[in-house]
């Protein structure tokens, strides 16, 4: 994997997601797609598991640290950190667990595991954040309303994945992550 290109391209998506937030957001919930958890997925389509779940982990706790959670009455804001590092976490080991059954140059595979990674990271947000409202009491919360705007990140994430997916294939050589196709049942004649 180039180290170099991640770092540039996870700043990309870093700041495309800060930048294009509001202008991209859907309704009165602000719902808007994830271009980190696009890199997230494409990474751990095509890398090997270790460097795919560390990559995203570090991703993870990157949108971590960069989305303060709003204290009741929008006074303040907390970071907390960990939810998200969580999450891009379980959501990398579902792509990876799936990704031997998937067409990987298909641009729908993209999207596909966009929508459903981001569905099940959504999901352990959700639930990291529902449990810690039960003990600090000062975070508004309410998880259904939360669950069912993230559902909605989740199905715009997957749509962009799908435009993404169109140039998927040039993006993961430049990522250094691009696998040649492998042969099966096959063995080397020497």
């Given at each position: 994997?180039?180290?170099?290109?991640?770092?540039?391209?996870?700043?990309?998506?870093?700041?495309?997601?800060?930048?294009?937030?509001?202008?991209?957001?859907?309704?009165?919930?602000?719902?808007?797609?994830?271009?980190?958890?696009?890199?997230?997925?494409?990474?751990?389509?095509?890398?090997?598991?270790?460097?795919?779940?560390?990559?995203?982990?570090?991703?993870?706790?990157?949108?971590?640290?960069?989305?303060?959670?709003?204290?009741?009455?929008?006074?303040?804001?907390?970071?907390?950190?960990?939810?998200?590092?969580?999450?891009?976490?379980?959501?990398?080991?579902?792509?990876?667990?799936?990704?031997?059954?998937?067409?990987?140059?298909?641009?729908?595979?993209?999207?596909?595991?966009?929508?459903?990674?981001?569905?099940?990271?959504?999901?352990?947000?959700?639930?990291?954040?529902?449990?810690r409202s039960g003990y600090t009491?000062?975070?508004?919360?309410?998880?259904?309303?939360?669950?069912?705007?993230?559902?909605?990140?989740?199905?715009?994430?997957?749509?962009?994945?799908?435009?993404?997916?169109?140039?998927?294939?040039?993006?993961?050589?430049?990522?250094?992550?691009?696998?040649?196709?492998?042969?099966?049942?096959?063995?080397?004649?020497?």
């Amino acid at each position: 994997m180039n180290v170099i290109a991640v770092l540039v391209a996870g700043y990309v998506c870093f700041s495309m997601e800060l930048g294009l937030r509001k202008a991209l957001a859907v309704g009165s919930a602000g719902i808007a797609p994830s271009f980190v958890f696009i890199l997230c997925v494409l990474i751990a389509l095509s890398a090997p598991s270790s460097v795919a779940m560390w990559t995203c982990m570090i991703l993870g706790l990157l949108t971590d640290l960069t989305w303060p959670h709003e204290i009741a009455g929008g006074v303040s804001t907390r970071v907390i950190v960990g939810p998200y590092a969580i999450a891009y976490l379980v959501a990398c080991q579902f792509v990876l667990s799936i990704r031997g059954n998937m067409f990987r140059r298909n641009p729908l595979t993209l999207g596909f595991l966009c929508c459903f990674g981001m569905a099940i990271a959504q999901v352990v947000v959700v639930a990291i954040y529902t449990f810690r409202s039960g003990y600090t009491p000062e975070i508004a919360w309410d998880p259904t309303s939360q669950l069912l705007s993230r559902l909605g990140v989740a199905l715009y994430t997957g749509l962009v994945g799908i435009i993404v997916g169109i140039f998927a294939s040039p993006l993961t050589a430049a990522l250094g992550v691009h696998q040649p196709p492998q042969r099966r049942f096959t063995r080397p004649i020497y």
